[in-house]
């Protein structure tokens, strides 16, 4: 079993609509979750970081954490055909700055 | 501020052979990790650098080896290569070690094939 799985794409959605994206951990000791995207032949960017349990909101986007049942959930409200991307979890046990365990990564097309 | 800038932007090498890759760091950080990112798979952890040092190390050989530079620049030297090694090297700085909300910048990546 890996470390950190991640739902299976690719993941299709109209203009408009609420994107949800989640991943599940098995290591109890993650107290560090992000969110990652990536553009096709870029590398990763930093979406949305949250320590320890609880929910965060930045614009359009929704970080959530769930410690007790280890899984974590990213929305997106009100998609744009700009958010077509591959959206990657990442967890870490000592710090954002550390070593990060990602998830497999998925594949989001909004269609205009 | 300039971001994370990695060299070259593609390689092609044959099995056996030995590449080095580079990295800058973003201003103002002295932390350097490195990730290899397999054709549809997440980026996996190889080592990260700190203040010229190796500060934790993932699950790969002793082949994959780096080092980093007073700048905080860095290199990511892999030797005897396989086929497998095919993949995209991202490099990821990140500010002063200890204030674990400090985040990782990733750079764009060096897209490695080994035939």
């Known amino acids: 079993q890996k470390e950190v799985e991640q739902d299976p794409g690719p993941l299709s959605v109209p203009e408009g609509a609420i994107v949800s994206l989640n991943c599940t951990y098995s290591?109890?000791?993650?107290?560090?979750f992000m969110w990652y995207r990536q553009y096709s032949r870029k590398g990763p960017e930093l979406l949305m970081y949250t320590y320890s349990s609880g929910n965060k909101e930045d614009g359009r986007f929704t970080a959530q954490v769930d410690k007790s049942s280890k899984y974590i959930s990213l929305f997106i409200r009100d998609s744009q055909p700009s958010d077509s991307a591959t959206y990657l979890c990442a967890m870490s046990r000592t710090g954002a700055n550390s070593k990060l365990t990602f998830g497999k990564g998925i594949t989001l097309s909004v269609r205009p | 501020e300039t971001g994370v800038t990695q060299s070259p932007t593609h390689l092609i090498k044959t099995r056996g052979q030995q590449v080095t890759l580079r990295c800058s760091s973003q201003s103002g950080h002295n932390t350097v990790s490195w990730y290899q990112q397999a054709l549809g798979q997440g980026p996996q952890f190889i080592f990260q650098?700190?203040?010229?040092?190796?500060?934790g190390r993932g699950n790969f050989p002793p082949r994959f080896s780096g080092l980093q530079f007073p700048n905080y620049s860095s290199e990511l030297n892999v030797n005897a290569l396989e086929l497998d090694d095919s993949a995209l090297y991202l490099c990821?700085?990140?500010?002063?070690?200890?204030?674990?909300?400090?985040?990782?910048?990733f750079g764009p990546g060096t897209r490695l094939t080994v035939l």
């Open positions: 990821a700085s990140s500010s002063t070690m200890g204030q674990s909300t400090d985040t990782q910048y």
């Open positions: 650098y700190y203040r010229e040092e190796e500060n």
């Open positions: 290591n109890s000791a993650f107290q560090y």
